[in-house]
């Protein structure tokens, strides 16, 4: 039964595949975002094509999201423009936050602006680290512990019903400025290493492990736009101040 009273005009969520192996996946896909009002589908280095007989078969009325799918060669490609991006990863990961349930993932992301993306992994491995750095939450769908990897077109599923269950308006402001999308961030993010390379906080050979915790650090105060815009700014005065430095050959102090 058609759910009442629903204005999808809010939910700008994209689901993205992350190289997705199987066409009747990329069907059935299809197929559960339509039942549930999604429409926008990305598809990052895919392994099928969504031209796939095997897929059209499996979409069954919803061919036209399959034949509106946008391809991309790289995930920072499939996220740039989004102001929200969540991950999904059937383990529990030792590091980062706990992941949110389905409910709260569609909670989070339906109370901001602009575009939002869900991530979905590779049916043999999952999204990897690197490509969970881009995900400002991960959503973990609770299973019985003898088995937590579920197949992806359910998963997809599962997590397309709770946006459409949860897809009331947000409440009216729930965040006052607008949010920066991925690719200030990671914009952001690239340039914070260069910093801390050059005034030596960083060493090259650790500095993947420290940037990591940056970026959860940054990721759990859901910075706005101004804000990146404030630490690009910390960033440019540090590279400044450490020129000045080197150029007058002077150790690196608070008053010098
Ligand atoms: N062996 C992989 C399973 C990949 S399943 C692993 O352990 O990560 C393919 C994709 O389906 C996952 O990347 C994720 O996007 C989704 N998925 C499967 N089970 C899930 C679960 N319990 N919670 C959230 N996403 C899940």
């Known amino acids: 039964m058609p759910k009442q009273e629903y204005d999808p005009a809010h939910l700008n969520v994209r689901i993205v595949l992350v190289a997705p192996q199987g066409a009747r996946n990329l069907g059935a896909i ?32 919803a061919a036209d999201v399959l034949e509106g799918a946008r391809i991309v060669p790289t995930l920072s490609q499939a996220v740039a423009d989004c102001t929200r991006v969540v ?9 980062g936050d706990p992941p949110l349930s389905p409910a709260e993932g569609a909670r989070w992301l339906g109370a901001g602006e602009g575009t939002a993306a869900y991530v979905f992994g590779p049916e043999d491995r999952g999204l990897s680290n690197e490509e969970l750095a881009y995900c400002q939450r991960t959503v973990q ?91 690009r700014g910390v960033l440019r005065q540090i590279g400044w101040a450490s020129t000045q430095n080197r150029d007058r050959q002077l150790p690196l102090t608070p008053d010098t």
């Open 87 to 95: 991950g999904t990863t059937a383990r529990i990961r030792t590091v």
């Open 141 to 231: 769908i609770p299973t019985g512990a003898a088995y937590s990897s579920l197949n992806l077109a359910q998963a997809v599923g599962i997590c397309a019903y709770a946006l459409f269950l949860d897809s009331e308006p947000p409440p009216p402001v729930t965040y006052s400025e607008p949010m920066p999308e991925t690719e200030a961030l990671e914009g952001f993010y690239a340039h914070l290493e260069r910093a801390l390379l050059e005034i030596g906080y960083l060493q090259p050979h650790t500095a993947q492990r420290k940037l990591e915790k940056f970026r959860r650090l940054f990721n759990r105060a859901n910075l706005t736009a101004q804000e990146v815009a404030l630490l």
């Open 30 to 61: 299809a197929r559960v975002m339509k039942n549930f009002d999604l429409s926008e589908l990305w598809l990052v280095a895919p392994e099928c094509s969504p031209e796939d007989e095997e897929a059209r078969h499996m979409a069954v009325h």
